[in-house]
């Protein structure tokens, strides 16, 4: 098991920035690839951000050249600096996580509200 709890959220102006965290806890040397999603109000939960195991990273195309993923695997934490923010990046952003079993783990969540 693998417990996820996400920081860092809140509200900012278009074009500001944030950064926000992920604390894995439990079995954390069995996570293969760690990402952040994001659902917006009506809409499905997307994918925002993937790190695997051997740091390579796929993005949104919406979000590529604006926000950034990475793990510091010492402290067992991922983050997401997410710049020059947009109205439309207002979401809840949930941090995410797949074993080598392939089962999956989620927090709680975070808001993110970017005012225009």
């Known amino acids: 098991q693998v417990q996820l709890v996400e920081s860092g959220g809140g509200l900012v102006r278009a074009g500001g920035s944030l950064r926000l965290s992920c604390a894995a806890s439990g079995s954390v040397s069995s996570i293969n690839a760690m990402g952040w999603y994001r659902q917006a109000p009506g809409k499905q939960r997307e994918l925002v951000a993937m790190?695997?195991?051997?740091?390579?990273?796929n993005y949104a195309d919406s979000v590529k050249g604006r926000f950034t993923i990475s793990r510091d695997n010492a402290k067992n934490t991922l983050f997401l600096q997410m710049n020059s923010l947009k109205p439309e990046d207002t979401a809840d952003y949930y941090c995410?996580?797949?074993?080598?079993?392939?089962?999956?783990?989620w927090g709680q969540g975070t808001h993110v509200t970017v005012s225009s």
């Open positions: 790190i695997r195991s051997g740091e390579s990273t």
């Open positions: 995410q996580c797949q074993d080598w079993q392939f089962r999956e783990y």
